[in-house]
């Protein structure tokens, strides 16, 4: 059983609540939590065989900044510091991370420019098809948005994998969003069914289901194009049970379904981009240079 060091082997309503918006479980930090938890990791981490975290090892060894306690720390609240769950998925984030990245990149920060991981993702990156919405709902989740109508007919996989994995790092700056979890709005309303790419949507879920140390709170997919009622059995079964239950389907027009994310989801009209009815222009090209600019 993995280990749940605040109380155990269960929570109890003292340690632990749940987002009164999506359900989410999410665990009340101490200090002494924080820190008995990092420590029970390392003993977790400690007992897989060498053989099966020779990536972990490995980025030890070259990039032991990249290892800290702020990076174990993403992956304790992902898996609401049962131990020994967050050290397997640890181990698997950095076995992915090597092949995806390959050894030349993978032991770089997660940054642009030409001393980063994705020093080589420029165009995958100017695609545009997802990016951090400058504010977070009225709880507290970093808001993702997403447009596949962006992807063009040509598509570079392992870069726009990369990608993607890039804007999930970007949103889990939030400590907000390592704690209670992320929140994608994808505008689908212009994209065409040759955009629909099964084969990138599966990398993509896996990526969440057993890599990245994220929690998704909601896909809230608003205005639905046609071909949708034919992908989205195969959306659903793909996604499997527990992403599954975070699809939120919106239709109608943008003033309806702008008022429902803010009435129901606490995701304000002026907080969303002007694709979908909201008050903020998106600019992609000038959030990436900022953030290359930063040193992200």
Known sequence: MANRVDNGDKMNSSSSFHDDIYGQLVVR??????TSSVLELNKA?????????TAWMTALEKCPELCGEPFKLMFLRFAN????????????YWTKRLELFS?????????????????????ALNIGFMCLIP??????????????????????????????????????????????????VIYAENSTFSQFDA?????????????????????????PPRYFQ??????????????RKRIKIHTGKKKKVTEKLEGKYGIRRQNLPT?????????????????????L
């Open 135 to 184: 504010k977070s709902d009225d709880v507290g989740h970093p808001i993702l948005f997403a447009d596949p109508s962006r992807f063009p007919p040509e598509r570079d996989h392992p870069s726009i994998i990369r990608a993607f994995w890039y804007y999930i790092h970007a949103a889990l700056e939030s400590e907000d969003g390592q704690r209670q979890g992320l929140v994608v």
């Open 29 to 34: 930090e101490t200090p002494k939590l924080l």
């Open 199 to 223: 084969r990138l949507l599966q990398a993509n879920v896996l990526s969440i289901q057993n890599y990245l140390p994220v929690r998704m709170s909601a896909f809230h997919i608003c205005h």
């Open 81 to 92: 510091f049962h131990c020994d769950r967050a050290a397997e998925r640890i181990v698997a």
């Open 230 to 243: 034919i992908v989205i059995p195969f959306v659903k079964i793909l996604m499997g049970g527990k992403l």
């Open 103 to 123: 050894p030349s990149k993978a032991f770089l920060s997660m940054t642009l420019g030409a001393d980063g991981a994705m020093k080589d993702d420029d165009k």
């Open 275 to 295: 694709e979908i009815g909201g008050g903020v222009i998106l600019n992609r090209k000038e959030w990436l240079q900022r953030r290359q600019e930063a040193g």
């Open 45 to 53: 981490l400690g007992k897989i065989p060498d053989v099966e975290k």
